[in-house]
């Protein structure tokens, strides 16, 4: 699983046209799905997202990066991503045979979002497989990286 999380004003989803959601600050999070992915990459992706404290704190915390996403009130917009699989190591088109098909990336989204509402926190969602415009106003900015292979391994090792 790898997801980059991107701290904004606010961001929206429209499909043909037609708005679908949108937040008022928080988390605009494009998260891309490998084949092998589990319960386990959902639940890590959960926790990481729900208390990563890259939002302004306040009084004596003011200014720095101290509060999580719930704790600032904010929401979170998910948008799959399977361009996060890309392997660009040979040609010029990308392959992206390491992103999970639509059959297995679909339910996982799905659960994503929901274990996150299960952590008390609003979310929003784009729609799995559509040409999605996604436009948001990037906050710091501030954009981070998660990548669910860093599960469990060690920061010096």
């Known amino acids: 699983m790898r997801a980059v999380l991107q701290r904004v004003l606010r961001a ?3 499909v043909d046209g037609a708005l679908i959601c949108a937040i008022e600050g928080g988390l605009l999070v494009y998260l891309g799905i490998a084949p092998d992915d589990t319960e386990a990459e959902v639940e890590w992706f959960a926790r990481k997202v729900s208390e990563m404290r890259i939002f302004e704190g306040a009084g004596d915390r003011a200014g ?6 719930g704790e600032a009130g904010s929401s979170v917009l998910v948008v799959s991503q399977f361009t996060l699989y890309a392997d660009t190591r040979k040609g010029r088109r990308p392959s992206f045979v390491d992103a999970a098909p639509p059959e297995v990336a679909a339910p996982l989204i799905e659960r994503c979002m929901d274990a996150l509402r299960a952590r008390g926190l609003r979310v929003e969602g784009g729609r799995f497989g559509a040409h999605m415009i996604v436009d948001a106003v990037n906050d710091g900015p501030v954009t981070i990286l998660l990548d669910s292979e860093e599960m469990g391994r060690s920061r010096r090792g």
């Not at 720095?64 to 996403?69: E, P, Y």
């Open 12 to 14: 929206s989803v429209t």
């Open 64 to 69: 720095q990066m101290d509060r999580a996403v």
